[in-house]
């Protein structure tokens, strides 16, 4: 009887989740935005285990469409912006600081507090933007320019007895992604192409904080020369912050703001943005009436796995290819490349495409290598201007383990062949021919990537080898020597794109499309002391662990020829 109860109490959640309203908004009501952790290009959830919970991820996708909606929303009347520990790239973090200025058009408050242990450059690029920034006074500060670090294995393997046979396309000396594995330190093509997007990045950082702290960008840079900021009075002292506050103080200020009388009457900005982004969505999968398409790749390029796959790719553009409700294509891009051949498939798909409707890229924190290769066929390339992308260039990576095997855990091995090259292994080296056959090959493809970008572009090989040769470029740069067309966000993709199409009533459809999950729901409706009852703790991994056992996963995942960005760098 009791199971039969329980029974009756999860249908009733599931059928009501299924045809859950928008997001409650209450009159004068003031969004709560807590932007934290990872930031991918659309939201997730998933279900974890151990604590019961569901492990969410705010998606870009959720937070532009929940600005927009704010902004014309009449019940909101402000955000109050909160970061802690942001990870994404500066691409991402430009389209959320640009929609945040686009939230203020419409004359409604913006207020930032920054707190925490200690508060980033990206948070405070962020929030820079604000009508007011507030900070707590003992909390740590970082504005010290843009910089990052790189692992180098080299020495490791040698140690081990391994050893990594690299064939790069010819003339492809910016092609430093495989560097680690045979040198200790940065080549000089490798420093100057990274030395100067980090240069063009910092610019446009500084710029834009400059124009909104009516600060001039020489003054930040001496900040950040000089290291003048420790801590959040130091920036208050230099106008980067209004005033150092604790919590209690600015949510005051927001109550005064917004006249409201409780804390309770605040909204959680992340609620109302997914949950509007989902319901959105929902709505169109149950209609065939979508007429613009947004398809999102992101991560590596592989033939199938979890991140950017052809095998889904390929599908979402053969499906809105045949789809005649869908006039117009928006293709986002964030990806550091990956498989020749899986490019190769995307590159097909879109091309196809192009031919039937107009496709326009939007390009996200990285577009390079294999993301640039299935980019080049669009009608119109848009990038931010510190979008990295570029590196048009090819590599192959064969390790050779004989002698580790041999040295270190004793094992031998011999052979039985009727051709000299029918046991092509790990365990011998490849013999001069046989490295001769496998650059011929990766010329060949390197030869093809260039043939593509010219087709695409409007150029000669000859123009695109000038601009090749595996070096990467911000979309600023990217802009004059023709690699994009415009620089702008996904929304300025989405508007550009509408208008080409003349589309007059605009329906958007995501993919891959979103699903409801109702265990989603279910979970939810706990309360949060129930969630936390739950939780086991589990042990966290040392990051530097975390960060070379995932690097050398990915090494061993690596199949074919690859289209792969240089160093994927974590700038600060």
């Avoid at 005051?252 to 609620?271: Q, R």
């Avoid at 293709?331 to 107009?358: H, Q």
Wanted: charged share 30%; aromatic share 8%; proline share 2%.
């Amino acid at each position: 009887m009791i199971l039969s109860v329980l029974g009756w109490i999860f249908w009733l959640i599931v059928f009501g989740s299924m045809f859950s309203s928008e997001p409650e908004v209450k009159d004068t009501s003031v969004l709560h935005m807590t932007l934290s952790g990872e930031i991918g290009e659309r939201g997730s959830s998933s279900l974890n285990v151990s604590s019961f919970s569901m492990d969410k991820k705010i998606g870009l996708a959720d937070i532009l469409t929940g600005l927009e909606k704010a902004k014309d929303d009449k019940q909101v009347k402000g955000i109050y912006l909160e970061l802690d520990n942001v990870q994404c790239g500066y691409a991402t973090a430009m389209e959320i600081r640009s929609a945040l200025k686009d939230f203020k058009k419409s004359g409604k408050f913006l207020v930032a507090y920054l707190n925490g242990e200690v508060i980033t450059q990206k948070q405070y690029y962020i929030s820079s933007v604000a009508d007011e920034i507030y900070g707590f006074s003992t909390s740590a500060m970082e504005f010290v320019g843009l910089g990052g670090e790189l692992m180098f294995l080299k020495n490791t393997f040698d140690k081990l007895g391994i050893e990594m046979q690299v064939i790069r396309g010819s003339n492809n000396d910016f092609k430093s992604a495989v560097e680690p594995y045979f040198r200790t330190n940065m080549s000089d093509s490798s420093r100057l192409q990274t030395q100067r997007y980090m240069a063009s990045i910092w610019e446009d950082v500084r710029t834009q904080i400059a124009a909104d702290r009516k600060i001039s960008a020489a003054a930040l840079n001496d900040i950040a020369e000089n290291a003048k900021i420790q801590r959040v009075d130091d920036a208050v002292r230099l106008k980067l912050i209004d005033a150092s506050k604790y919590r209690d103080e600015v949510e005051e200020i927001i109550l005064k703001k917004s006249k409201l009388k409780d804390l309770k009457d605040i909204m959680s900005f992340e609620e109302y943005a997914a949950k509007g982004f989902k319901n959105k969505q929902l709505a169109f999968e149950m209609s065939t009436k979508a007429n613009v398409a947004v398809i999102v790749g992101e991560g590596g390029i592989t033939v199938n796995g979890d991140e950017m796959t052809s095998d889904k790719i390929c599908k979402y553009f053969r499906e809105v290819r045949n789809d005649d409700d869908i006039k117009v294509v928006v293709f986002r891009v964030n990806s550091p490349g990956g498989s020749a051949l899986a490019s190769d498939e995307i590159w097909r798909e879109v091309s196809l495409t192009t031919k039937k409707k107009k496709v326009i890229v939007s390009m996200g924190d990285v577009a390079a290598s294999g993301g640039y290769y299935v980019s080049s066929p669009a009608s119109t390339i848009f990038a931010e201007p510190t979008t990295i992308t570029g590196s048009i260039g090819v590599f192959g990576v064969i390790p050779y383990t004989g002698g580790f095997m041999e040295n270190k855990l004793g094992l031998t091995f011999d052979r039985v062949q009727t051709n000299k090259h029918s046991v092509l292994s790990t365990n011998r080296k490849l013999t001069p021919e046989e490295l001769a056959l496998i650059q011929a090959e990766v010329d060949q493809i390197y030869l093809q990537f260039k043939k593509r970008v010219a087709d695409g572009r409007g150029m000669t090989t000859e123009q695109v080898q000038r601009i090749a040769r595996g070096r990467v470029w911000t979309g600023t740069d990217a802009l004059k020597i023709g690699l994009v067309d415009k620089l702008g966000g996904l929304n300025d993709a989405l508007a550009f794109a509408i208008k080409e199409a003349k589309v007059k009533d605009p329906k958007v459809r995501y993919y891959p499309k979103v699903k409801e999950d109702p265990f989603e729901e279910i979970l939810e409706q706990l309360s949060q002391e129930d969630r936390e009852s739950l939780k086991i703790k589990q042990q966290a991994v040392p990051k530097v662990i975390d960060d070379l056992t995932k690097r050398l996963m990915k090494l061993e995942s690596y199949t074919g020829i690859q289209m792969r960005m240089p160093y994927e760098i974590d700038l600060h």
